[in-house]
């Protein structure tokens, strides 16, 4: 209740858990699927991830993002993480506008983690939605 009542909205929310040092992979995601990135964060004991939220994609807060790229020197990777199909959700709107820096100068270039390309958001199936949801959270965690 603290927080609803005497917060602030974050437009760009870095990880408060991650060590910059050990850092090899940035995550971008948003939403609630953040939450479910964490609990397999915690699960598979990955201190060399930092999940970080978008929570405002218009306008994209490239200084504040910049900040925290610049705070992870040492990541090598950085990852575009949604559950929508990639043709879905704000995968799209990214490529064309995160024109962002790594701390070496170069432009970095986002891979994505998505679900793959459908015409419909939803699976029509729980079981199938299960199935879609972990394999695109498998994907965010493997060495690839």
Not at 95 to 116: A, H, T, Y
Request: contains cysteine; proline residues 4%.
């Amino acid at each position: 209740m603290e927080d609803f009542s005497n917060g602030e909205f974050h437009e760009v929310i870095d990880d408060k858990s991650a060590d910059p040092k050990n850092i090899k992979r940035l995550v971008f995601c948003t939403g609630k699927f953040y939450f479910d990135l964490l609990v397999e964060k915690e699960k598979l004991q990955r201190n060399d991830i930092a999940l970080i939220r978008l929570e405002q994609l218009f306008p994209l807060h490239e200084e504040k993002i910049v900040q925290i790229v610049q705070k992870y020197a040492n990541a090598v990777d950085y990852v575009w993480a949604q559950e929508e199909p990639r043709n879905m959700g704000s995968w799209s709107y990214l490529l064309q506008r995160f024109e962002i820096r790594d701390p070496k100068g170069n432009r970095i270039q986002l891979k994505v983690r998505s679900g793959n390309y459908y015409s419909v958001p939803a699976p029509g199936s729980s079981t199938r939605f299960k199935r879609r949801h972990a394999k695109i959270i498998e994907s965010v965690f493997d060495n690839q």
